[in-house]
């Protein structure tokens, strides 16, 4: 199984950022997915889930309105599009895939808002 995030990289307060996250060795469209981000000195907490098909979504209060998780499960990709940045998104953000006992982790991509 393999989980490999990209797009991470420094932005300036209020840019953009689009992650994504290709998986293998699992069949991508059978599990929900999710994203979670770990600042610096805090703990890793779950910033956005997609359902399997992508119908349903769910964000966390600190970037709902800001962030839009995806998926294309052709591509056995998933994404995450960060808009409207502010410094406090610093973090290193993670994909998941988990399903009953199954629960895997990319490795990470960092992600740094300053000016």
């Known amino acids: 199984v393999q989980l490999v995030e990209s797009g991470g990289g420094l932005v300036q307060p209020g840019g953009s950022l689009r992650l994504s996250c290709a998986a293998a060795?699992?069949?991508?469209?059978?599990?929900?997915m999710n994203w979670y981000r770990q600042g610096p000195g805090k703990e890793r907490e779950s910033v956005a889930t997609?359902?399997?098909?992508?119908?349903?979504?769910y964000y966390s209060n600190s970037v709902k309105g800001r962030f839009a998780i995806s998926r294309d499960n052709a591509k056995n990709t998933l994404y995450l599009q960060m808009n409207s940045l502010k410094p406090d998104d610093t973090a290193v953000y993670y994909c998941?895939?988990?399903?009953?006992?199954?629960?895997?982790w990319g490795q990470g991509t960092q992600v740094t808002v300053s000016s």
């Open positions: 997609i359902s399997r098909t992508g119908t349903y979504t």
């Open positions: 060795g699992f069949t991508f469209n059978n599990y929900a």
């Open positions: 998941n895939a988990r399903r009953g006992n199954d629960d895997y």
